[in-house]
C-alpha cells in the first residue's frame, strides 16, 4: 500500500499565520488546540499557537520576529514562557523569522513530514533586520540557533548573510563578534 505524502503549497516567506495555517493542516484539526492560548489563566502571556502532539503531550510553538533578537525584555518574557512551558511538561518550539518552513524544518522543529513547496530561501532575504541590530542577548540567541539547524538551513542563513553585507557593508550587517562566522562558514 502506498502512503499519501502530503503536499502543502507556501505563497511567500513564512510569517505567524502562515506557519499556524501549515501547523493546523499537517496536525490535524483533532490535534489542533489553536492560536493565541493563554499560557496561565489570569495572565496576559499567550503562545502563538498550541497542538497536541502525537504522543499525546503538548506543543506551543511561537513565531519570533525580530523584536525576539532585538529587545532584551522580550528575550526576558520568552525565557519566562520557556520556563513556564518546562514546569508544565509542554514542550516548546521557537521558529525564527529568518528561517522559512521547508520539509526539512517542518521535519527538524515538529518531528513531521510533508512536502513543502516553498521557493522562498531561509535567511534574510527581504528583512533588513540583521544580526548586527540585535541586542547582546540577542546575538546569543541567533548563535545558539544557528547551530542547531540542519547543515543546509544553516548554510543557507549563512550564504544570505553574506550576500546582505555584499550590499550593504559588513557592520551594517554583522557585529563584530559575529564577522568570523562569515569567513570561516
Known amino acids: 500500500m502506498l502512503l499519501r505524502v502530503m503536499t502543502i503549497v507556501i505563497e511567500g516567506y513564512v510569517e505567524q499565520l502562515k506557519l499556524a495555517a501549515v501547523l493546523r493542516t ?61 514546569r ?27 512536502r513543502v513547496v516553498q521557493s522562498f530561501a531561509h535567511g534574510f532575504i527581504t528583512t533588513k533586520l540583521f544580526p548586527a541590530s540585535f541586542c547582546e542577548l540577542g546575538v546569543e540567541r541567533f548563535v545558539r540557533e544557528l547551530d542547531e539547524l540542519p547543515g543546509s538551513v544553516r548554510s543557507s542563513v549563512i550564504a544570505s548573510l553574506r550576500h546582505r553585507t555584499e550590499e550593504y557593508g559588513i557592520e551594517y550587517v554583522m557585529p563584530q563578534e559575529l564577522r568570523l562566522l562569515l569567513a570561516t562558514a
Open 88 to 114: 508544565a511538561n509542554v514542550r516548546i518550539v521557537r521558529f525564527p523569522y529568518w528561517v522559512q518552513l521547508t520539509s526539512e524544518t517542518l521535519l527538524h522543529y515538529f518531528g513531521r513530514e510533508a
Open 26 to 86: 499537517v496536525v490535524g484539526a483533532s490535534a489542533w488546540r489553536g492560536a493565541e492560548i493563554r499560557v496561565v489563566a489570569g495572565r496576559r502571556q499567550r503562545w502563538d499557537m498550541v497542538y497536541e502532539a502525537e504522543d499525546g503531550g503538548t506543543v506551543a510553538v511561537e513565531f519570533d520576529g525580530p523584536e525576539h533578537y532585538r529587545n532584551s525584555l522580550k528575550i526576558k518574557a520568552d525565557r519566562e514562557k520557556d520556563e513556564m512551558a518546562s
